[in-house]
């Protein structure tokens, strides 16, 4: 029986990675799928790992209708397994409950990733829809950590090296310290997103006398990203 699952998690946790492995694996079993992604990082019709992997993927957009997609191909007598669907956080209600209608009425798997939750810690419209009718929510084995060392469970938005909590729900960017653009990410474990501590602040504050209370028995200070100039 066919099933929506939800492979979930913080940025860099490892997902579009996983998603590139089980594509693998079921082509490898002969089974047949199609790979939809939308907004990657590395630009449109394509799916990236920070691994260095990446694969040709459907572009989804938001008047994209899965159901109409599925169907028309099916009559046209093309044959389809699984969907693979990265970046699953940005597809509208609509589109995961129309995944959800191809999983039960026309038996095709369909593996979702996704991170949950935004820089505010508020869940994307699409996961929250994935989270309440998905059969499973998955979350990734492989845990991305804090600079602290703890487990990491949020995404922090970094800007000009300032953590922000405003702005607009939809950025792309990476996780990478001086990726380019405006915008960066950085995963963090709860305490110190509540603290807004991001590895830099973290770093300035150990410097500073005058920054208390910040304890460094607990909280190591963070190394210095290595950077391509180093
Ligand atoms: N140079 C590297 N060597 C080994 N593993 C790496 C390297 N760079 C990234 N990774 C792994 O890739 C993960 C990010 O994979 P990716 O699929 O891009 O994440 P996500 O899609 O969840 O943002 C990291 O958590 C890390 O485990
Ligand atoms: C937290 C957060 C993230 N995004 C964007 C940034 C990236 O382009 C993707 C996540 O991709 P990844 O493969 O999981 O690293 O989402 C965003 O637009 N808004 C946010 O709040």
Redesign the pocket.
Known sequence: MAELVFFS????????????QMNHNHGARGRVGLIFTKMDRAGTNVL?????LSTGALEVRDDLDFWDAIVDRATAGTRIDYLIC??AQFYTCDQVEQLARIVDEMDVDVFA?G?TADFRTELFPGSKRLIELADRVQV?Q?E?LCWCGRRATTNARVMDGVMVVEGEQVVVGD?NPGSSGLVEYEVLCRRHYMRRMTSHAARAAAISPEVLPFDLDVCPVPPLPITQAD
């Open positions: 998690g913080t940025m860099d946790c490892g997902k579009s990675t996983l998603a590139l990236s790992s920070r691994l260095g990265d970046e990733f991170i990734l492989v991305a996780t």
